[in-house]
């Protein structure tokens, strides 16, 4: 006899049933009522055989793949990975009650068979020299990890400063003569040295650090440059010491909100320092680093023909390259260098006065020393002059600067020399000297201001005016004292 309607209705949510389509946003004819149902005898009787067993045994599965406290008394399980680890073998086991306990009647029946006492004994100590090992192999491996990165952060400071690999052994060395003074009173001393001595910091091993944290850089500034959606490029040429010819190749970029301004490569120009030669270098600077040339939007250069020339510049060839124009700008500190010689032409003759003095003392091995322990042994600021380079902007400036710091020694050594120079007793000289001495002073120190990471063209601008100010409050004071 089938069950009445209301019964039927009781045992309906107990059976599992797709949803309707309108559920699952699709589109189709609409869900049959259940008075539309062909039978209810059909809904019923499945509803009565097998959603409690199909529950029951769902239940007995999940509380079978867990993991039970139990099993490590008994049969030597640990918790890992989801699994049950055997810590007598180290093989895993599928958290089943029947799979933990077969593995261990089968794979260690010898323990198996001990007295209940016996066996517990044993897997007491095998878990006890289970949790001893991982203990020993995770401390090893902290202690691996951190002399690792000491040795990188020292390898790191070797770099910046420039010096040789080598010293990483020195410094070791250095660190552990020192140890037993430093660390006396420390409870630990004996695994601080014991840390200190284990540090990898060989050449080889430095100049591994070095080379990998290079890489890394230089990886991490292509993928920037990659993601990159347009650049503002400044290109400076310059000569390094053994009068070879460099060119600086430095993009501005944005990385999300943040602006990054990176050196992207420092060139040789052993061909030439012409357009095309400046054009070829950039273009393998970009090769190398995989940037696309065509996303530079600006250019900064120091206005050169070589580089703003109309016909061969630099410019011309990066725009038909690229095919659209470019926003071109004369760097300001250029300007800036340009002015403040130009209008310092009058300090040529005091210039010359100076070099020439200052390369006697400086060019020859024994005035050198003779002048040096002069300087030391009145106990003057400096221990000696600095040599003119035109090539450097600042360098007029701090030869003016030390020199006049000098100038006393300077008039006694000449004196004591027998070198004439009319000049060091000439009152109109030495005010000239002094004005110029302040003068290139006050651009030193205007140029340092416009040079740094992160300047803008309005903090640029703001340095200028304020440098023009101060100039004309100087040409007020000069009038006021009646000079």
């Given at each position: ?9 009781r ?68 918790e ?15 958290c ?12 260690h ?9 016996e ?19 995770s ?10 990165a ?37 409870p ?68 999300g ?115 040096k ?41 000449m ?21 110029f ?6 651009f ?26 101060k ?6 004071i000069?009038?006021w004292?009646?000079?």
């Amino acid at each position: 006899m089938l069950p009445d309607l209301p019964r039927c209705s009781r045992t309906l949510p107990t059976a599992p049933r797709p949803l309707p389509l309108a559920c699952c946003h699709q589109s189709g004819p609409a869900a049959p009522a259940i008075t539309d149902l062909p039978a209810v005898a059909e809904i019923v009787t499945p509803s009565l055989e097998h959603p409690k067993m199909r529950a029951a045994k769902k239940t007995r599965t999940d509380s079978g793949r867990s993991f039970r406290e139990a099993w490590t008394e008994s049969f030597g399980m640990i918790e890992h990975n989801g699994k049950a680890l055997c810590t007598l073998c180290n093989e895993s086991v599928v958290c089943r009650t029947s799979s933990v306990r077969r593995h261990f009647d089968t794979k260690h029946k010898n323990v198996a068979e001990l007295a209940t006492t016996e066996r517990k004994e044993v897997l007491e100590e095998k878990l006890r020299k289970y949790h001893s090992q991982s203990l020993s192999v995770s401390s090893y491996l902290s202690r691996t990890n951190h002399l690792t990165a000491a040795s990188f952060q020292i390898s790191l400071c070797i770099a910046k400063h420039g010096k040789p690999l080598s010293d990483g052994d020195t410094i070791k060395t250095a660190m552990l003569s020192e140890c037993n003074s430093l660390f006396h009173d420390f409870p630990n001393r004996d695994k601080i040295i014991q840390h200190i001595s284990e540090m990898p910091l060989s050449r080889n091993t430095v100049k591994d650090r070095v080379q990998r944290m290079a890489s890394d850089v230089s990886q991490q500034l292509t993928t920037d440059l990659q993601k990159a959606t347009c650049y503002s490029m400044c290109l400076d040429e310059s000569t390094d010491i053994n009068n070879h010819t460099k060119l600086a190749v430095i993009l501005r970029y944005a990385v999300g909100d943040i602006m990054r301004e990176e050196l992207v490569k420092v060139a040789s120009l052993s061909e030439g320092t012409q357009g095309i030669d400046i054009y070829n270098a950039v273009m393998e600077a970009f090769l190398s680093q995989d940037i696309r040339p065509e996303k530079v939007v600006s250019i900064t250069s120091d206005g050169t023909p070589s580089m703003v020339g109309a016909t061969s510049g630099f410019i011309q060839f990066f725009v038909k390259e690229i095919k659209h124009q470019v926003i071109q700008f004369h760097c300001i500190i250029h300007q800036e260098a340009l002015y403040a010689r130009e209008s310092s032409k009058k300090i040529d003759d005091v210039l010359k006065d100076v070099t020439k003095m200052v390369n006697y003392i400086m060019a020859c091995a024994l005035n050198f020393r003779q002048f040096k322990a002069l300087l030391e042994e009145v106990q003057a600021q400096h221990n000696c002059l600095l040599m003119y380079s035109n090539v450097q902007w600042l360098s007029r400036g701090q030869v003016l600067e030390r020199f006049v710091a000098c100038l006393d020694e300077i008039r006694l050594f000449m004196n004591e020399k027998g070198q004439k120079y009319p000049q060091l007793t000439d009152m109109t000289w030495l005010t000239n000297l002094m004005f110029f001495t302040d003068f290139t002073v006050h651009f030193n120190v205007l140029n340092k201001q416009l040079q740094g990471v992160g300047k803008t063209a309005e903090m640029m601008f703001c340095d200028i005016k304020t440098f023009e100010r101060k100039l004309q409050v100087f040409g007020r004071i000069k009038i006021w004292m009646g000079c």
